[in-house]
């Protein structure tokens, strides 16, 4: 019987036959490049597969019928793209910085010893959710009362249950940020709306839509895939506590069971790119105007650059996963999302002695002739102390 926390290859086959996968999204067809070395090319050749074109098509599934605004810098390439990206970076650096990790160790923390009383709780929306919402604050350096309202959009901004898009729900997200903007011009107060409000790109103020841009990124990019990232962390740790339990104090070892565990769940499954001409990708034909998709959770299986690339191994001592993209368009929250794991494991295992897992409900992508497990819609679990 399988494990919980066991995430099996949905693309072994395609990716060792022909490198490649198909998938019919909304009538916009996806081939899915799902070889490591594949993936790499595309994603570096921008010229080629460009992320800069029709707003919502370099998702998947697509977000173009209910999105108009351009995430920034996620959806520009360069020369702009590097503008842009300069703009943020340093904010979204902070993470690596002590005082934000004492921050955010208090949040966990908290998070921890509140569930510390045997219990049930669904973990995706009682633990992960949470303690996702609040770490946003420190990223945002908002106040931490408006993780409530963010808590309250459930786990993910742009789909409802059983609903892959849902753009009433998006509205929500876009009204909400542009009373936040509107906040932040008449009372700047240190926060992101408030630096973005006083940053200049190419000698102008930034605009509402490409501060808007930024910030709808920031919410979407970063909701789901961590929420996935900490549940899936949970399971594994609840199955395979022995194992995880020999990385006490070992801060080497924790750093490196976090890359693992990442390149092992791959949170975000896809993006894609779209083709600025007729091109080739392992030998079939993409036509201009078509996409393509970077399938990093088929790269990451990759049995050519990653030994045993089934199992979960804290001592693999190369692992040059894709999880967090590729080349100019690796993930910005990368830096908090590392910090955030590498603190929640080792407060797990100051803190907790074992976790009960109960019944659980897979999220299970459908992907035209690919099914792939990302993580879980429940999973009710019972945690004890030490």
């Not at 022909?18 to 909304?26: P, V």
């Not at 898009?165 to 509107?182: M, N, S």
């Not at 409000?197 to 509402?208: A, H, V």
Request: proline residues 4%; hydrophobic residues 35%; negative net charge.
């Amino acid at each position: 019987m399988m494990k919980k926390s066991e995430f099996p290859d949905a693309f072994e086959d395609a990716r060792k036959s022909k490198g490649l996968g198909y998938m019919n999204d909304q009538d916009d067809p996806v081939q899915m490049v799902m070889r490591f070395r594949d993936l790499r090319k595309c994603a570096h050749d921008w010229k080629t597969f460009t992320s800069a074109g029709e707003v919502g098509r370099t998702v998947v599934p697509s977000e173009a019928s209910i999105r108009e605004t351009r995430q920034i810098p996620f959806e520009v390439d360069p020369p702009e793209h590097r503008g842009y990206r300069q703009l943020v970076e340093n904010w979204f650096r902070r993470p690596s910085q002590p005082e934000y990790k004492a921050r955010l160790k208090v949040i966990i923390d908290e998070m921890i010893d509140h569930v510390l009383d045997g219990k049930e709780i669904d973990v995706v929306s009682e633990f992960a959710l949470p303690i996702q919402s609040r770490a946003l604050t420190l990223l945002l350096n908002s106040r931490y009362e408006e993780s409530e309202v963010w808590i309250g959009w459930g786990t993910h901004v742009f789909r409802s249950e059983g609903e892959a898009l849902d753009g009433d729900k998006a509205a929500l997200l876009y009204d909400y940020i542009d009373d936040e903007i509107e906040r932040a011009r008449k009372n700047p107060c240190g926060d992101l709306y408030s630096v973005l409000l006083e940053s200049e790109i190419d000698g102008r103020p930034l605009t509402k839509e490409e501060i808007k841009g930024v910030m709808i990124l920031t919410f979407a990019g970063g909701r789901d895939t961590v929420i996935n990232t900490i549940t899936n962390t949970i399971a594994y740790f609840a199955e395979n506590f022995e194992k995880v339990k020999s990385l006490k104090g070992d801060e080497n070892g924790i750093a490196r069971a976090v890359e693992e565990l990442i390149r092992y769940f791959s949170p975000l499954t896809q993006l894609a790119r779209v083709a600025t001409e007729d091109t080739e990708v392992c030998g079939s034909k993409v036509p201009e105007d078509t996409r393509i998709s970077l399938c990093y959770a088929a790269a990451n299986r990759d049995e050519t650059v990653f030994e045993c690339p089934n199992e979960v191994k804290f001592d693999r001592k190369v692992n040059p996963h894709v999880a967090f993209g590729f080349s100019i368009h690796n993930c910005l929250g990368s830096t908090h999302a590392r910090a955030l794991m590498n603190i929640l494991i080792p407060s797990l295992l100051e803190k907790i002695g074992r976790i009960q897992l109960n019944e659980a409900e897979e999220n299970i992508e459908e992907l035209g002739e690919f099914t792939r497990k990302v993580g879980f819609h429940k999973l009710n679990a019972q945690f004890y102390p030490a």
